[in-house]
């Protein structure tokens, strides 16, 4: 008497070894699928059960939502916007601030000039010149360091002048604003 438990797995054995690659990579990509199907597929299914009764549930009676919006007002945003800006107190290490980023680069300053001017009730601006010398590559590591490390400065001016094509050195005249709030709102 044939074993046929024998018989059918060296069928199977004989069928395994014929596939080759592109049939163990059928195979391989169809258990694949069913392992994706398992674990991604079936649990979001409750989750698109569970939106779709709130998507119902939203049609049929839309005032459930409005409760729970919050709009800002106007004020509320001038309100943000002003307190995210450093005091007028702050003027001098703000701008202390610039010179070490040009000290930390490795750019000569000759001097510094700034005004200040009152644009509202709680708006001052500081503008600032600053000559300064080096190469183009450190003028510009400067000017990235201010813009990244001082959110409340804008870069307004920049003019740059070389004396000699050889030469690495430039002279440059920067101009900076800082931004700044009056009082403690």
Not at 22 to 27: A, I, K, T, V
Not at 39 to 49: A, G, H, L, T
């Amino acid at each position: 008497m044939v074993n046929t438990r024998f018989f059918s797995r060296e069928l199977l054995q004989y069928k395994l070894r014929q596939l080759g690659w592109p049939g163990w990579l059928g195979l391989s990509l169809l258990l694949v699928s069913l392992l994706l199907m398992v674990m991604v597929v079936r649990p979001q299914e409750s989750r698109i059960k569970t939106l779709t009764a709130h998507i119902l549930e939203l049609k049929t009676n839309p005032n459930i939502n409005k409760l729970r919006i919050k709009t800002d007002t106007q004020f509320d945003i001038e309100q943000k916007f002003y307190a995210l800006l450093p005091q007028k107190n702050e003027a001098n290490n703000k701008i202390t601030e610039i010179l070490h980023a040009a000290t930390s680069v490795g750019i000569v300053t000759n001097k510094v000039e700034y005004s200040s001017q009152s644009l509202s009730a709680t708006l001052i601006k500081y503008q600032i010149s600053l000559p300064v010398q080096g190469s183009y590559v450190q003028i510009r590591q400067f000017i990235n360091v201010v813009l990244n490390n001082l959110p409340t400065v804008a870069l307004n001016d920049i003019s740059m002048k070389r004396e000699n094509v050889g030469s690495d050195l430039i002279e440059a005249n920067i101009k900076f604003t800082i931004y700044l709030r009056k009082r403690h709102e």
